[in-house]
């Protein structure tokens, strides 16, 4: 190294072996103190090497004990703090939204946050002179900011008593030829010079450089590149429409949330208005909480449209659209409703009544194809065609030989046919065989005899099968 104060080693472990700053560096000529370890290989000194070049020398490092590096390092920090500013920082006692302020070399004080970021507070805020007119009748001490008094200044007045009209004279806040300067409302399009005053969202702002077209920030905020915070809004109700979480609040400002109009308690973002039934919290108060009813619905809507639930436990409606003619159909129901009526479509949007009959009823309450069947027949051994022809059919057997036997069902006018048979055949030279006559609507006379051997004799008990057709 020459005429340096870093030196570079090959091979070397510097900050690896624990060297710190203020061990001491020789070589050669030199003894001088290490300012810092940089790596492994590089150390800075406190002073240069001033004699040749070295390369490859032979140095030698004397470790400082860890209490001497405290000491030293301790000594430093006394030095640093003595300027008197850890002392009157330690005098003050600390208060909640109170800020230490420097009034000269160690000298602080503590000043209100408030202070800070709301500058000159009044009771209301004006563009002119005929603004300040709505409160002639406000009490003693109340304030007003007029933006400007017709000569391009801004000024505060006060009420020295509640007498209609009863105004201080103005304090001047600007000049008319001076510095700051009253613009009125802020203007997108207006070009602003430096110290031209403008209101923007209730708030006061002074331009600190030319600009056009670069607002004052949002409160909070206080200042931006182009603006500073002359006097900020809070005194009166600030209207801010749907409250919205991501939204900076001040206090005073008024949201709607819930249905309900609430005011902000003190400057908030991100901390809801309460759940109603409860009305406070440390944020928000409700100073108009809706009716009992909570079910809202769109903004537009066409007329005899359907109003439907927006969502599964919604308490918002949604326009469902226009009403079908058979939808128009359901609800213009002719007849009085009551029970077993069955409505029924008797034209493009109309309907009526009609009798819901105990047949129909039992049809309809049929499980399947078999009940159905029984509810249309009535009785599973007859049935009667949609022609009238009726068909039924049984079977039976009786202790006489020779007997009157009835049908199912009386054929209304005439039994057209009947065919009999015994139910079984006897094995052998024993045979049965029925027949009848005097067949009528109502009954059928039975004739039931055994053949053995070619004798023909009464047969009893003999069971039997018959089917009839009539009308």
């Not at 230490?100 to 004006?126: M, S």
């Not at 919205?244 to 991100?270: E, F, H, M, P, R």
């Not at 918002?316 to 409703?337: F, M, Q």
């Amino acid at each position: 190294m020459r005429n340096i104060s870093a030196g570079t080693g090959v091979g070397t472990i510097w900050a690896a072996a624990g060297i710190k700053p203020g061990a001491t560096f020789k070589t050669k000529n030199l003894d001088a103190i290490i300012a810092s370890v940089d790596s492994n290989t590089q150390i800075t000194l406190t002073e240069s090497w001033t004699g040749g070049a070295l390369a490859g020398a032979a140095y030698a490092i004397r470790y400082q004990p860890d209490g001497s590096s405290l000491t030293a390092k301790v000594q430093e920090l006394i030095e640093m703090l003595g300027n008197g500013n850890l002392q009157a920082f330690a005098a003050l006692a600390g208060a909640f939204d109170m800020i230490p302020i420097f009034t000269g070399p160690g000298a602080l004080t503590l000043i209100a946050k408030n202070d800070l970021i709301e500058g000159v507070q009044t009771d209301a805020k004006v563009a002119n002179l005929a603004g300040r007119a709505a409160y002639d009748v406000s009490p003693t001490g109340f304030s007003v900011l007029v933006n400007d008094v017709g000569d391009g200044r801004a000024a505060i007045f006060f009420k020295p008593s509640s007498a209609s009209g009863d105004w201080s004279t103005p304090a001047y806040l600007t000049g008319p030829n001076g510095t700051f300067q009253s613009k009125g409302n802020y203007n997108w399009s207006t070009t602003y010079a430096i110290g031209d005053v403008v209101l923007y969202n209730g708030s006061s702002w002074i331009a600190r450089v030319v600009t056009t077209d670069n607002p004052p920030p949002t409160l909070p905020t206080t200042s931006n590149v182009q603006w500073f915070l002359l006097a900020a809004a809070g005194n009166g109700f600030v209207f801010k429409g749907d409250y919205v979480g991501a939204t900076a609040y001040l206090k005073d400002d008024v949201v709607t949330n819930q249905g309900s109009s609430w005011i902000a308690l003190q400057a908030t973002t991100g901390n809801a208005p309460p759940t109603l039934p409860t009305t406070s919290n440390a944020y928000w108060k409700a100073i108009a909480v809706k009716g009992a009813g909570d079910v809202s619905g769109p903004a537009t809507n066409a007329d005899a449209n359907l109003a439907l639930w927006n969502g599964a436990n919604s308490k918002t409606l949604k326009d469902g659209g226009p009403i079908t003619a058979a939808g128009l159909a359901s609800v213009n129901i002719a007849g009085a409703p009551a029970a077993n009526k069955l409505p029924y479509l008797t034209g493009a949007g109309a309907s009526a009544l009609t009798d819901l009959t105990a047949f129909i009823r039992t049809l309809l309450a049929a499980t399947d194809g078999n009940t159905a069947l029984a509810a249309l027949v009535g009785n599973p051994t007859w049935y009667r065609f949609p022609n009238g022809i009726i068909i039924q059919a049984g079977s039976d057997s009786n202790a006489a030989s020779d007997y009157a036997h009835p049908f199912a069902i009386a054929f209304p006018a005439a039994c057209l046919g009947l065919a009999i048979t015994p139910a079984f055949a006897a094995g052998g030279a024993t045979t049965f065989t029925a027949t009848t006559s005097n067949v009528g609507v109502a009954t059928f006379d039975v004739r039931c005899r055994s053949i053995s051997t070619g004798a023909v004799s009464a047969a009893t008990n003999l069971p039997i099968n018959w089917i009839a057709v009539g009308i």
